[in-house]
C-alpha cells in the first residue's frame, strides 16, 4: 500500500470496526473524522483536505442547529428585518425548526435530515403546504448565512427539493358582486376603505399607513410610501423600489375619499390625534388590522355574498383590470409587485384567457372570410 506523504493525513481501522481519519487542520491542531467503511473515510479525508488548501476552517462540531438559529435571529434578522417578519421567523423556528433539528450539530446536518422533517411536517393535517415551504425557506436562510461565515461547507438546504407550492386557486368577487357590495356598505365608516382597496389593489397593510399628506384629491392621485405592520403602530417602507409608487385615481374613488375626509373633520375632538392617517379609529389614530378584516367579512356576511379575505379586494382589483384588457406591466405597476413574473403567476388563469382571447382575434384576421374580404 503506498504510504501517504507528510500532512496528507493518515487512515486506521478501530477496535470497534469504525474508521478514524487523521490529519491537522489550517491552525496545525490534530482533527479526527470517523467513518463506517474505509472508502466513506477516505472520501471525508480527501474533502476535509481539499478544504484546508482552501483555508476554510473547520466547522465547530459543538455548535446545534438551535444554537446557530437563537444567534442568527438575534444577530442577522432582527436587525435588518421588520418587526412581522423577525415574528414569523421566530415562529417557524419555535413550533417546528427546533423541535425537528435543534439538538442536531450543525455540522452534520445534512439533506437526508431535511427531507425527512419535511416529510413528516407535511404528513401534517393542521399544517398547509404552503406553511411547510415556509419552514424550509427559513431554514434555507438561515443555513445561506451559515455558510457566508464558514459555520459550515455549504447550504444543504440548497440540496433538498422544496415542498411543491399549493395552487390555491384565486375567486374574488366578480364585477357583479362588487357592485353589489359596495352598494351595500354605503355610508359604512369603512365604505371609503372598500373603495379605495377595489379602486387601487393598494394592500391592506399600504391602505392602513397612507396618509393624507400622501394624497392629492384635486390631482386624483395616491403616492404609495409606508406601510402599517400588522400588530403594530408603525410604519415601514416599501420591500423593493416598485412598492413605492404613485397611483392614478380613479374618479368613484376619489370621491368616495373626500366624502371620507369630510367626515373624518366632522367628528374630530380634542382627543384626536395628529398622525394623519386616512384610515383611522374615532380617536384618529392606526385601525388594527385584524378588526378591520372582521368589519370586512361581517359586511360580506350582511351583503350575502361569499367569504372572503381582505386580501381578495387586491386580486378583485386586478382581476377587473386584466379582464378589461389593460396591459399586464401596467396591473404589476399598479399593485406594486416586484416583476411583471410575479403578476404573471398569480393570475395565470387570467392571462391563459387573454392568450386565447389574442389567438382567437388572430384566427378572425386571417379566417379565409377575412381573407376573402381583403
Not at 357590495?181 to 365604505?191: A, M, Q
Not at 380613479?250 to 392617517?277: I, K, P
Not at 388590522?289 to 379586494?313: C, I, K, M, S, W
Request: hydrophobic residues 40%; positive net charge; aromatic residues 6%.
Amino acid at each position: 500500500m503506498k504510504r501517504r506523504g507528510q500532512g496528507e493525513g493518515s487512515i486506521r481501522e478501530r477496535p470497534n470496526g469504525r474508521w478514524e481519519a487523521r490529519y491537522r487542520g489550517s491552525d496545525g491542531r490534530p482533527r479526527s473524522i470517523y467513518a463506517e467503511t474505509r472508502r466513506e473515510a477516505v472520501e471525508r479525508l480527501r474533502t476535509a483536505l481539499t478544504e484546508r488548501e482552501q483555508g476554510i476552517r473547520p466547522a465547530n462540531q459543538r455548535i446545534t442547529v438551535s444554537t446557530f438559529l437563537a444567534d442568527w435571529l438575534e444577530h442577522s434578522v432582527r436587525p435588518r428585518c421588520r418587526p412581522a417578519t423577525v415574528a414569523s421567523y421566530e415562529t417557524m423556528i419555535r413550533l417546528y425548526l427546533e423541535p425537528e433539528l435543534g439538538r442536531l450539530p450543525l455540522a452534520k446536518l445534512g439533506p437526508e435530515h431535511i427531507q425527512a422533517m419535511l416529510a413528516r411536517l407535511s404528513a401534517r393535517p393542521n399544517l398547509s403546504p404552503t406553511s411547510v415551504r415556509y419552514v424550509y425557506a427559513v431554514l434555507r436562510i438561515a443555513l445561506g448565512r451559515a455558510a457566508k461565515q464558514a459555520k459550515v461547507i455549504r447550504n444543504v438546504a440548497t440540496l433538498v427539493d422544496p415542498p411543491r407550492k399549493s395552487a390555491r386557486e384565486v375567486r374574488p368577487l366578480t364585477i357583479a358582486q362588487i357592485r353589489h357590495f359596495l352598494g351595500s356598505v354605503s355610508g359604512d365608516r369603512f365604505e371609503a376603505l372598500y373603495v379605495a382597496a377595489i379602486g387601487t389593489g393598494m394592500r391592506q397593510g399600504e391602505l392602513l399607513g397612507l396618509r393624507w399628506v400622501d394624497v392629492n384629491l384635486d390631482a386624483g392621485t395616491v403616492r404609495v410610501e409606508h406601510s402599517l405592520q400588522r400588530g403594530t403602530r408603525t410604519l415601514a417602507a416599501p420591500k423593493t423600489q416598485r412598492g413605492r409608487r404613485t397611483l392614478q385615481l380613479a374618479a368613484f374613488v376619489t370621491n368616495a375619499l373626500r366624502e371620507h375626509r369630510r367626515r373624518q373633520m366632522v367628528e374630530q375632538g380634542d382627543a384626536w390625534s395628529l398622525s394623519g392617517y386616512v384610515f383611522a379609529t374615532a380617536k384618529g389614530t392606526p385601525l388594527d388590522t385584524r378588526n378591520v378584516t372582521r368589519y370586512f367579512q361581517l359586511a360580506l356576511e350582511r351583503a350575502g355574498l361569499p367569504h372572503q379575505r381582505f386580501h381578495d379586494l387586491r386580486h378583485a382589483a386586478a382581476t377587473v383590470l386584466i379582464e378589461q384588457g389593460v396591459d399586464l406591466s401596467i396591473v404589476s405597476r399598479m399593485l406594486g409587485h416586484a416583476d411583471l413574473s410575479t403578476t404573471a403567476d398569480v393570475y395565470a388563469h387570467l392571462t391563459n384567457r387573454m392568450l386565447q382571447t389574442a389567438a382567437d382575434q388572430m384566427e378572425a384576421a386571417f379566417s379565409s372570410q377575412a381573407v376573402a374580404a381583403g
